[in-house]
């Protein structure tokens, strides 16, 4: 059975459904009432919670988007989407959301628009040797694609991702294309590609879709090489561990970088990954080499 957090999308009903919203004080009860009232809805209430009857969620969210909410009511308040003939019961209870993340969906469109149609688009970068022009290898950088042509940068894909929480969705689709653009493009030297450890429960299964893409491609997993995202912030070495020993003896490729500290010097030295590999050190500014020398995990960098 394929995993609905890296397969599927949000998908709403555009009318006549019943929305479930909790609200976390009895203060808030009132401005509800009379928001819902001044839009001539509906609606049943039992305590703080209400029951907004043959509406839709996006008239929901936008009556809540003009009460000048603060960050931490629309984090407290919660929405829940509710077929009209279906009774409530702890199925629905999967599609319980606080109102910032429904903010987040109905304000990402453009991105919901990208995941839809994988419009992503894979530039590879290739590092090449300043002294004999060879290329070395080639870092995969992703951009996405709006509707209107239009370029969405990786942060801002990430960041969307997170808040609407499809960052599994993302990452996946992401290696996907790389590994396909790249055979597409006869690409036969390494590639890097990037990857989120945090969008991955079970490598052995989250990992499934990853491995048939390189044999659908007859891509070479020997020119493959995963590296952690550098801004990602690693709590769990554990689980880390776990997937890059799956990458390894699964997949046979290699981990070129980890962030593992979170910290302004280590993210200088992931910045100088690729100045190592063209320049020896001894050609480096003597300034940067007496930072490297210093820096927490310098010398494991510089082996």
Not at 3 to 16: M, Q, Y
Not at 79 to 107: A, G, I
Not at 154 to 169: G, I, T, V
Not at 270 to 291: D, E, N, T, V, W
Request: proline residues 4%.
């Amino acid at each position: 059975m394929e995993c609905k957090r890296c397969s599927e999308l949000p998908v709403f009903k555009k009318k006549d459904i019943n929305v479930c919203i909790l609200v976390p004080t009895k203060h808030h009860i009132a401005p509800v009432k009379s928001e819902l009232e001044n839009e001539n809805l509906s609606y049943s209430i039992d305590e703080d919670v209400f029951i907004a009857q043959e509406t839709n969620l996006e008239q929901i969210v936008q009556i809540f988007d003009k009460m000048n909410l603060s960050y931490i009511e629309k984090r407290d308040i919660r929405l829940m989407p509710l077929d009209r003939f279906t009774d409530l019961d702890f199925k629905n209870l999967k599609y319980l959301r606080t109102l910032q993340y429904w903010m987040d969906v109905f304000s990402g469109k453009d991105f919901l628009y990208i995941l839809e149609n994988s419009s992503l688009i894979t530039m590879f970068h290739a590092i090449v040797n300043p002294y004999t022009g060879e290329i070395y290898d080639y870092e995969a950088l992703t951009r996405g694609a709006r509707e209107d042509n239009s370029i969405m940068p990786p942060n801002e894909l990430f960041e969307k991702a997170r808040s609407m929480d499809l960052l599994f969705f993302l990452d996946r689709i992401c290696r996907e294309t790389v590994i396909r653009n790249a055979s597409e493009q006869n690409i036969t030297k390494k590639i890097f590609i990037n990857f989120i450890p945090t969008s991955i429960y079970d490598p052995k299964k989250c990992l499934k879709s990853t491995d048939e893409a390189l044999k659908k491609y007859n891509l070479n997993p020997e020119n493959v090489v995963f590296e952690v995202v550098e801004t990602e912030y690693i709590e769990d070495y554990y689980h880390l561990n776990n997937i890059l020993s799956y990458y390894k003896l699964k997949l046979r490729t290699k981990i070129k970088t980890m962030n593992l500290e979170n910290s302004i010097i280590d993210r200088l030295i992931l910045c100088f990954r690729h100045i190592k590999q063209a320049f020896p050190l001894k050609l480096l500014a003597k300034p940067l080499k007496m930072l490297l020398k210093n820096c927490q995990l310098a010398h494991w960098m510089l082996i």
